[in-house]
């Protein structure tokens, strides 16, 4: 069992950042690939970028590709998110997502196994 605590939301103005965090609990973080989705009032849950669990691949949204960096740090059990050049259209409730190993097409939100409870992020303009 996994349990993942995201952080860092907040409101920011356009052309802000924000760092997300989501903490995982469990020894074996290391084995798992991380995932980031956003979901906006009265959208479907969309993907944003996803590393690997060897930190060596990683993937993003072309909505955030270039703005955005994922990564993370197994020492801390941890995943983060950076948010650059923000735009009010990432405005969403921000969730983490974990899997065990490799998992092909991991774009999709069904193939990971445990999620956060989410953390808002406002972006005003």
């Known amino acids: 069992q996994v349990q993942l605590v995201e952080s860092g939301g907040g409101v920011v103005q356009t052309g802000g950042s924000l760092r997300l965090s989501c903490a995982a609990s469990g020894r074996t973080f290391s084995r798992f690939a991380m995932g980031w989705f956003r979901q906006a009032p009265g959208k479907e849950r969309e993907f944003v970028a996803r590393?690997?669990?060897?930190?060596?691949?990683?993937d993003y949204a072309d909505s955030v590709k270039g703005r955005f960096t994922i990564s993370r740090d197994n020492a801390k059990n941890t995943v983060y998110l950076q948010m650059n050049s923000l735009k009010p259209e990432d405005t969403a409730v921000y969730y983490c997502?974990?899997?065990?190993?490799?998992?092909?097409?991991?774009?999709?939100?069904?193939?990971?196994?445990?999620w956060g409870q989410g953390t808002q992020v406002t972006v005003s303009s």
């Open positions: 590393i690997s669990w060897s930190d060596t691949n990683t």
């Open positions: 997502a974990a899997v065990m190993g490799f998992v092909p097409n991991l774009r999709a939100s069904g193939k990971y196994d445990y």
